[in-house]
């Protein structure tokens, strides 16, 4: 199953025509955890296989160092699990220069597609030894949450933030409990950047 869709805040700057916004807010009634959107590229490991958003994408260039990390890692994963990540080795629009991996664990799904918890994602994280995305802020106020990446981060060193529920969320509620917050204008790479073999990388701790 490919990653589903993530709503806009209201608000959000980069979002689209084609971008769907979420003005319902009153799901996101309790804990909240804001995590760094990192600007790579969506991966889902599986026991099986690894693939992007789109099920019949194939492997780009980009993702031959994730590859390399799901086929010693997916023993690992439950059966019926899906690790959900961003592939980090190809500098895109943002270029990073301390990351902790070529895999940034987000969201894990359990054989019932349930996103897990987001305490039980860093757990889960450990255990496949894969590093999450950055934290921005946890609490229960969605407004300091959106102030969080502001006081963090800047529109040239960072594409938004996510903010989900730090509970378990089923995929039905997953448009209401995971929304983002992206910059103006947020992919600026040229078209021709996905044709390429010669792409510049991103740097690592």
Known sequence: MKYPRTFHL?????A??????????????????????????????????MFARSLDSGTHPWDRPAKALWAM??????DDWRVCGESMWARRSVAYTDLPGVFLVFGIWDETDTL????????????????????????????EARAAWAAQRTED???????????????????HKVLKWVRPGH???????????????????
């Open 73 to 78: 890692t997916a023993y690992r994963i439950p």
């Open 10 to 14: 209201p608000g959000s700057p980069g």
């Open 187 to 205: 992919v600026r790479t040229p078209a021709s950047w996905r044709h390429r073999d010669d792409f510049p990388v991103n740097e690592f701790a």
């Open 116 to 143: 897990l918890g987001w305490d039980d994602t860093v757990d889960w994280a450990r255990r496949l030894e894969l590093p999450v995305v950055p934290v921005l802020y946890r609490g229960g106020s969605l407004s």
């Open 16 to 49: 689209t025509a084609d971008d769907r916004i979420q003005h319902d807010l009153s799901w996101l009634d309790g804990e909240l955890v804001v995590t760094e959107k990192m600007d790579g590229g969506n991966l889902t490991f599986t026991r099986d296989t």
């Open 157 to 175: 060193d960072s594409e938004g933030f996510v903010v989900r529920a730090t509970g378990r969320i089923p995929a039905s509620e997953f448009d």
